[in-house]
């Protein structure tokens, strides 16, 4: 059993920034693939970016390309998304995920991630 706790999210003026962290806990952090989604109301959830389990590559949507970093700190067994230049259409539930099959690849739709936090809320004023 993996779990994982999202936190940092909240109320943001269009331009700012906020880092979100996604703590895990149970099996081996350091061996699985991670993501983060994204779900705004009405709409299916969607990629944001995606990090290797050595953190050597990282993906990300088109979306958030060059202002979104995502990060991992495995003594820390957490996940980081810095939003940099934040939009209003970045206004979303936002999610981590973990894909512990050890698949490989760039796994980025929401099937191949097999654990999920419970979602921060991040709100993007204009």
């Known amino acids: 059993q993996v779990q994982l706790v999202e936190s940092g999210g909240g109320l943001v003026q269009a331009g700012g920034s906020l880092r979100l962290s996604c703590a895990a806990s149970g099996r081996t952090f350091s061996t699985y693939a991670m993501g983060w989604f994204r779900q705004a109301p009405g709409k299916e959830r969607e990629f944001v970016a995606g990090?290797?389990?050595?953190?050597?590559?990282?993906y990300y949507a088109d979306s958030v390309k060059g202002r979104f970093t995502i990060s991992r700190d495995n003594a820390k067994n957490t996940v980081y998304l810095q939003m940099n230049s934040l939009k209003p259409e970045d206004t979303a539930v936002y999610y981590c995920?973990?894909?512990?099959?050890?698949?490989?690849?760039?796994?980025?739709?929401?099937?191949?991630?097999?654990?999920w936090g419970q979602g921060t809320q991040v709100n993007v004023s204009s």
């Open positions: 990090i290797s389990w050595r953190g050597g590559s990282t």
């Open positions: 995920a973990a894909d512990t099959k050890l698949r490989g690849g760039r796994p980025s739709t929401p099937s191949e991630f097999d654990y």
